[in-house]
C-alpha cells in the first residue's frame, strides 16, 4: 500500500510538471473578460481577411471572408476564454451551440490540411497578443 501511495505521488508530481510545461510554453496574458476585448479581437481578424465587421457578427451573411473570419474569431474566443461555454460565444454571434462546435472542428481541420489558413492563424495570434500587451500596460 505505501508503494502504491509513492507511486501515485511520483505520478501525480510528474503530472503536474507536464502540465506547468505545456501551459507555460504557449502562455499568453489575458486580461477579465470584457465585451471591448472580443469587439477588439473581431475587428483584428476582420482587418486580416478584409471581411466587414457587421457581417462577421450577423447570423445570416454568408460570403466566403465573413464565414472563415467568422470561425477564426470563435476560435479564439474559444482559445483565450476558456471559461466561456459554447452556448456564450454562440450568443455574440447570434448562433447555435452547435454552429460553434463545428466551427472549431473547422477551424481544426484548416489548421491540419490548409497551409495558407495555419499561417493566418498564426499572424492572427500575434496581433491579438500584442493587443494584450498593450492593455496589460
Not at 26 to 44: A, G, H, L, S, T
Not at 48 to 76: C, L, M, N, P, W
Not at 130 to 136: A, D, E, T
Amino acid at each position: 500500500n505505501k508503494t502504491m501511495d509513492r507511486l501515485a505521488h511520483i505520478l501525480n508530481r510528474k503530472g503536474i510538471e507536464m502540465t506547468k510545461k505545456l501551459l507555460d510554453k504557449d502562455r499568453v496574458y489575458v486580461p477579465p473578460f470584457k465585451r471591448e476585448y472580443i469587439d477588439q479581437i473581431v475587428n483584428i481578424i476582420c482587418d486580416h481577411f478584409g471581411a466587414d465587421q457587421q457581417a462577421v457578427t450577423k447570423r445570416s451573411y454568408r460570403g466566403a471572408k465573413e464565414v472563415i473570419a467568422k470561425y477564426v474569431a470563435i476560435y479564439f474566443i474559444s482559445k483565450h476564454y476558456h471559461h466561456l461555454r459554447q452556448i456564450d460565444i454562440a450568443s455574440i454571434f447570434n448562433f447555435n451551440r452547435s454552429t460553434v462546435v463545428h466551427a472549431l472542428k473547422k477551424i481544426e481541420d484548416y489548421k491540419e490540411f490548409d497551409k495558407q489558413i495555419a499561417n493566418d492563424i498564426e499572424v492572427i495570434n500575434k496581433k491579438i497578443k500584442s493587443m494584450y500587451l498593450k492593455q496589460r500596460r
